[in-house]
């Protein structure tokens, strides 16, 4: 009933940038959070950045002052600017979302997208 679709992930040189896009479809009646994850190989996912409906943000140290998260609430998207990348960047970016589905169960449910592969070249 409720999709996230990811893109802008690719190969990129360290020192370079790259946007993320995660556009959610389908049918919602309100979303809260929206957020980024990763998850490099043989690590667990982790938390990158989060926003609230407010514009309140969260990030995780490794990348604070890299990357910037952003929304647009009238389109359902959540963005992330990637700048100054590293080779430790590398991994999947999953994109996260609280969604009230409409028409179904009352409460927030967590959705994922499907992943975008970003990699970093030294």
């Known amino acids: 009933q409720v999709q996230l679709v990811e893109s802008g992930g690719g190969l990129v040189q360290a020192g370079g940038s790259l946007r993320l896009s995660c556009a959610a479809s389908?049918?919602?009646?309100?979303?809260?959070?929206m957020g980024w994850y990763r998850q490099a190989p043989g690590k667990q996912r982790e938390l990158v950045a989060a926003?609230?409906?407010?514009?309140?943000?969260n990030y995780a140290d490794s990348v604070k002052g890299r990357f910037t998260i952003s929304r647009d609430n009238a389109k359902n998207t959540v963005y992330l600017q990637m700048n100054s990348l590293k080779p430790e960047d590398t991994a999947v970016y999953y994109c996260?979302?609280?969604?009230?589905?409409?028409?179904?169960?009352?409460?927030?449910?967590?959705?994922w997208g499907q992943g975008t592969l970003v990699t970093v070249s030294s």
């Open positions: 996260n979302a609280e969604v009230w589905v409409l028409g179904g169960a009352s409460g927030y449910l967590e959705v």
């Open positions: 389908g049918s919602i009646f309100s979303i809260n959070a």
């Open positions: 926003i609230t409906s407010g514009g309140s943000t």
